[in-house]
């Protein structure tokens, strides 16, 4: 059953979210989770909790909860590529890359030419080999040679 109110915040969250208010945002997400829980179900609706999660991200807070939500969101709906989007974001904004790609890959592959999914992608861009392929990436010889040529 959806919640009225619960649904009006979070309408209000995504708007605020477009317009990068992003402190705004979260405030609004998190009351859809406590109104959601309050007059409805008891368990926040899956695109709540990876809203939520987001923003706790964007805002540079509590990161591993922020990925914790926005796990337990596409644990929901793991068929939901913006959940799958929020997630790789959130990963993105904790420097972990190899998660990152594999979420946004997934939700990719359920929604062929999501727009948020494509240009994130393509803002990672692609990984050059390793300098010296016999030895592992983060081996501290390549990982050295890696910055030397991205600086250079």
Same mark, same amino acid.
């Given at each position: 059953? &959806?919640?009225?109110?619960?649904? #009006?915040? *979070?309408?209000?969250? /995504? $708007? ?20 959601? @829980? ?7 609706? $899956? ?6 999660? /987001? @923003?706790? $991200? ?11 939500? @926005?796990?337990? %969101? ?15 974001? !959130? ?11 594999? %979420? /946004?890959?997934?939700?990719?592959? &359920? #929604? ?18 390793? /300098? ?12 050295? *040679?890696?910055? &030397?040529?991205? !600086?250079?």
């Amino acid at each position: 059953m &959806l919640v009225r109110v619960a649904e #009006e915040s *979070f309408e209000k969250g /995504l $708007a605020a979210l477009d317009e990068g208010r992003q402190r705004e945002a979260l405030a609004f997400f998190e009351a859809s989770i406590e109104l959601e @829980c309050k007059y409805g179900s008891g368990r926040p609706q $899956a695109r709540y909790l990876s809203h939520y999660g /987001l @923003c706790l $991200a964007l805002v540079g807070r509590r990161r591993h909860d922020s990925i914790k939500f @926005c796990r337990e %969101a596409v644990a929901m709906e793991g068929y939901n590529a913006d959940l799958l989007w929020n997630l790789g974001r !959130t990963l993105l904004l904790a420097d972990q890359r190899r998660e990152a790609y594999a %979420a /946004l890959v997934k939700g990719l592959r &359920l #929604e062929p030419g999501h727009r948020g999914i494509v240009h994130d992608l393509r803002s990672m861009g692609l990984r050059k080999k390793p /300098l010296l392929p016999f030895l592992s990436r983060s081996n501290p010889v390549n990982v050295l *040679f890696g910055r &030397l040529r991205q !600086t250079g």
